[in-house]
């Protein structure tokens, strides 16, 4: 996994959801601050410099990282309604204890382990953390014919797929070729038994989703949503509330970067700490108002 550097969610209490992070999905914290007023203005989220956050790594200490920032809630905001970065995936052992895991954790279980039809190289669940931010939890079987998959080296292991809610799932496909220079994986077909009771809808309906890829990496995954989706409520000046960023390492940035100058919150800059490494960053809003961050290889 070459291209994902960090999923940025918002949690009320930092310090309880800091330690459910570490104590059921084994993160341990690297960083602890507040953000910085020019990180927060480039995100678009002035009101929330001076936020406490805390940056987390994975077991397997893989350089993908988890960073919360603290945030008030939005009496609105409700989780799998609204358009925008819905959930986080991060890749199993194996996916029948981690589900007993949860059972005893403060992550509410919404979609039991299930295999997909017609895709037996993964096996999913689902959960809902106190704060509403939604987690895949995913068991590794085997590579697809055309990409690659990560294997865990820990019991729970790294975030590998971003998952995007979109109005208009071949629009934003589109946004992410044309100016991420990305591309379409596949497009599927699938029983979404989380989608359907979050909507209310029959669970044999089919829903579609398709991933997004660079090389034979698969890291994005774009869902179609139902039409009675909405945009997703914040407070202004502030984060989009639930799984809010998606930081993706991007390549060819001093070219790519003149693509995506016109969607660019503010104009790139060398950030430090782990997620950035020195590095140039910059986010842009995509679709549906979607927080890419984009950080130069």
Same mark, same amino acid.
């Given at each position: 996994?070459?291209?994902?550097?960090?999923?940025?969610?918002?949690?009320?209490?930092?310090?309880?959801?800091?330690?459910?992070? +570490?104590?059921?999905?084994?993160?341990?914290?690297?960083?602890?601050? %507040?953000?910085?007023?020019?990180?927060?203005?480039?995100?678009?989220?002035?009101?929330?410099?001076?936020?406490?956050?805390?940056?987390?790594?994975?077991?397997?200490?893989?350089?993908?990282?988890?960073?919360?920032?603290?945030?008030?809630? %939005?009496?609105?905001?409700?989780?799998?309604?609204?358009?925008?970065?819905?959930?986080?995936?991060?890749?199993?052992?194996?996916?029948?204890?981690?589900?007993?895991?949860?059972?005893?954790? /403060?992550?509410?279980?919404?979609?039991?382990?299930?295999?997909?039809?017609?895709?037996?190289?993964?096996? &999913?669940?689902?959960?809902?953390?106190? $704060?509403?931010?939604?987690?895949?939890?995913?068991?590794? +079987?085997?590579?697809?014919?055309?990409?690659?998959?990560?294997?865990?080296?820990? &019991?729970?292991?790294?975030?590998?797929?971003?998952?995007?809610?979109?109005?208009?799932? %071949?629009?934003?496909?589109?946004?992410?070729?044309?100016?991420?220079?990305?591309? *379409?994986?596949?497009?599927?077909?699938?029983?979404?038994?989380?989608?359907?009771?979050?909507?209310?809808?029959?669970?044999?309906?089919?829903?579609?989703?398709?991933?997004?890829? !660079? $090389?034979?990496?698969?890291?994005?995954?774009? $869902?179609?949503?139902?039409?009675?989706?909405?945009?997703?409520?914040? !407070?202004?000046?502030?984060?989009?509330?639930?799984?809010?960023?998606?930081?993706?390492?991007? /390549?060819?940035?001093?070219?790519?970067?003149?693509?995506?100058?016109?969607? *660019?919150?503010?104009?790139?800059?060398? +950030?430090?700490?782990?997620?950035?490494?020195?590095? *140039?960053?910059?986010?842009?809003?995509?679709?549906?108002?979607?927080?890419?961050?984009?950080?130069?290889?």
């Amino acid at each position: 996994m070459k291209l994902l550097r960090a999923a940025t969610l918002t949690v009320a209490d930092l310090d309880k959801a800091e330690a459910r992070y +570490r104590d059921f999905m084994d993160y341990r914290t690297i960083e602890r601050g %507040h953000l910085d007023a020019g990180l927060a203005a480039s995100w678009g989220a002035p009101k929330s410099a001076g936020a406490p956050f805390v940056v987390m790594k994975p077991a397997s200490d893989t350089p993908i990282y988890l960073r919360l920032v603290k945030q008030a809630p %939005h009496p609105d905001y409700v989780p799998l309604r609204t358009y925008g970065w819905a959930a986080i995936e991060i890749c199993v052992q194996d996916v029948l204890a981690a589900n007993a895991r949860m059972l005893k954790s /403060p992550f509410e279980i919404i979609g039991p382990p299930r295999e997909i039809d017609g895709l037996p190289a993964i096996y &999913p669940m689902q959960v809902k953390g106190p $704060d509403g931010e939604i987690v895949y939890l995913t068991q590794i +079987r085997s590579d697809l014919p055309a990409y690659d998959l990560p294997r865990a080296t820990a &019991p729970i292991d790294r975030l590998f797929i971003f998952v995007l809610a979109c109005s208009d799932m %071949h629009a934003s496909i589109r946004f992410a070729a044309d100016r991420l220079g990305l591309a *379409l994986g596949r497009d599927m077909q699938i029983v979404y038994t989380m989608l359907a009771n979050a909507f209310g809808m029959p669970h044999e309906k089919l829903h579609t989703i398709s991933t997004v890829i !660079h $090389d034979r990496d698969v890291f994005l995954e774009f $869902d179609q949503y139902p039409p009675l989706a909405t945009p997703r409520p914040q !407070h202004a000046g502030m984060l989009p509330p639930g799984v809010s960023i998606g930081t993706l390492t991007l /390549p060819d940035f001093a070219t790519r970067i003149e693509t995506i100058r016109d969607w *660019l919150i503010a104009e790139p800059a060398i +950030r430090p700490g782990p997620v950035y490494d020195g590095r *140039l960053s910059a986010t842009v809003r995509g679709p549906d108002g979607s927080l890419f961050e984009v950080v130069a290889p």
